[in-house]
């Protein structure tokens, strides 16, 4: 394991591989001071993918959204902001219905960057072609949130704005279920024309179809509400 520790003006950021947990397979993740995961589960046949960002405090009140709004072919999946009782701050969890994503008709795509104009991480050339993205707000409270979302025949992507200073360190890594590559995480860093930080998750559709992962899909289904 390596750290790898920079200043960050009066505070220090450090950047460790830690292990995912539930469906990972010891492979690393990445660990960034005031974010933790992203963390993979499966409940009630979806994927459960959920980041925890301590720093957003003041905040009292949690919703959740159905995806349905952002896209009419996701009427099973949907993304929640909530407190986060156990370590402070907030919650960020995506349920992710494999059905849904497997039948999802983009219809005619662009090129897509970021929203702000940065390029796509783990995309040749950054711009993600024939994709649809719709950027979407949410309010929670008095906080409004601005996540993103890519649609693609091969990838579903999500972009979320972090709102804090990484002093423009950027990380990219593998992510790993049931022996599969089925996605890819980049932490995109701020910079100097002041766009703060993101994370940037890419799931691949073709691999959320192991046969390994729809049998903990189909089992997490027959038993509601239980965490694997």
């Not at 050339?125 to 409270?141: C, P, T, W, Y």
């Amino acid at each position: 394991m390596k750290n790898w520790m920079f200043s960050l003006k009066a505070a220090v950021i450090g950047v460790a591989i830690v292990l995912a947990p539930a469906c990972g397979n010891g492979r690393g993740l990445p660990e960034i001071n005031g974010v933790k995961g992203p963390f993979f589960n499966v409940i009630d046949g979806k994927l459960l993918i959920t980041m925890k960002f301590l720093n957003f405090t003041g905040i009292d009140a949690g919703a959740k959204f159905p995806l349905g709004l952002v896209h009419g072919d996701l009427k099973e999946s949907a993304i929640e902001f909530a407190p986060n009782f156990e370590d402070g701050g907030m919650m960020l969890s995506l349920y992710a219905d494999a059905t849904d994503l497997e039948n999802m008709d983009i219809g005619v795509g662009t090129g897509n960057t970021l929203p702000d104009g940065r390029p796509v991480p783990g995309i040749p050339g950054g711009e993600l072609q024939d994709s649809l993205r719709i950027d979407a707000e949410f309010k929670v409270g008095k906080t409004q949130l601005a996540p993103s979302f890519y649609f693609h025949k091969k990838f579903f992507g999500l972009w979320m704005p972090f709102g804090f200073e990484t002093a423009g360190i950027s990380g990219y890594w593998n992510v790993w279920i049931k022996e599969k590559n089925v996605g890819f995480l980049g932490i995109v860093g701020n910079d100097n024309e002041g766009r703060k930080a993101g994370g940037v998750l890419l799931l691949r559709l073709e691999n959320l179809k192991n046969r390994s992962l729809k049998r903990l899909l189909e089992q997490s289904e027959r038993n509601p509400h239980r965490i694997y």
